[in-house]
Nanobody, 120 residues
Framework: QVQLVESGGGLVQAGGSLRLSCAAS????????MGWFRQAPEKGRELVAA?????YYADSVKGRFTISRNIAESTVYLQMNSLKPEDTAVYYC????????????????RGQGTQVTVSS
């Protein structure tokens, strides 16, 4: 059974930083592209960053967020710096069999999500 478990969310002031982690199990981690999505109330799902055969960042987070992964630990990270109130959302990680799939928002597995709240 595949599980993706996020951690590291919380409340932070604008300008602060958070590091999200997503621990994967039940899949061959190195075979999958990984990504972070977010969804704010009354907004659609947004792909924030992805990593695989390539790398992707949404324009809204370029220069502030960094995605990385530790294959040995089957974990993907999202370092978020210079946070803004508009970054407030539920963030969840996702896995896709191909990088080309995840950047097209097609995913195979996803976690439950972790809340990130940025106060002004």
């Amino acid at each position: 059974q595949v599980q993706l478990v996020e951690s590291g969310g919380g409340l932070v002031q604008a300008g602060g930083s958070l590091r999200l982690s997503c621990a994967a199990s039940g899949l061959t981690f190195s075979d999958y592209a990984m990504g972070w999505f977010r969804q704010a109330p009354e907004k659609g799902r947004e792909l924030v960053a992805a990593i695989g055969s390539g790398g992707y960042y949404a324009d809204s987070v370029k220069g502030r967020f960094t995605i990385s992964r530790n294959i040995a630990e089957s974990t993907v990270y999202l370092q978020m710096n210079s946070l803004k109130p508009e970054d407030t959302a539920v963030y969840y990680c996702a896995a896709a069999s191909l990088y080309e799939r995840i950047i097209r928002r097609f995913i195979d597995y996803r976690g439950q999500g972790t809340q990130v709240t940025v106060s002004s």
